[in-house]
């Protein structure tokens, strides 16, 4: 089993910047490709970002693009999520999710593993 614990949501106003942590713990040697996901009140969950296992190759969202930036670190076992010039629009509780299948992947359920979230709120 793996274990994710998102942390770093807050409050915000429009324009502001706020990092998103996700960090991984137990079996994280199967874990291949992660991504983050958002749900707004009132919506379906949401696809945002993937991060392949290497680091190297990203995928994002055309809603966040040049705005949001996906990393990794392998050694903490800890995915972040950098969002810059934040909108009312990205309000929503944020979740990471973790892939045991190689490839970028963005469908719901295609991910084996999914933190708790942590809200996200930003006031115009």
């Known amino acids: 089993q793996v274990q994710l614990v998102e942390t770093g949501g807050g409050l915000v106003q429009a324009g502001d910047s706020l990092r998103l942590s996700c960090a991984a713990s137990g079996r994280t040697f199967s874990i291949l490709g992660m991504g983050w996901f958002r749900q707004a009140p009132g919506k379906e969950r949401e696809f945002v970002a993937v991060?392949?296992?290497?680091?190297?190759?990203?995928y994002y969202a055309d809603s966040v693009k040049g705005r949001f930036t996906i990393s990794r670190d392998n050694a903490k076992n800890t995915i972040y999520l950098q969002m810059n010039s934040l909108k009312p629009e990205d309000t929503a509780v944020y979740s990471c999710?973790?892939?045991?299948?190689?490839?970028?992947?963005?469908?719901?359920?295609?991910?084996?593993?999914w933190g708790q979230g942590t809200q996200v709120t930003v006031s115009s």
């Open positions: 991060i392949n296992r290497s680091g190297d190759t990203t």
């Open positions: 999710a973790a892939d045991r299948s190689p490839g970028l992947r963005v469908g719901l359920r295609e991910y084996d593993y």
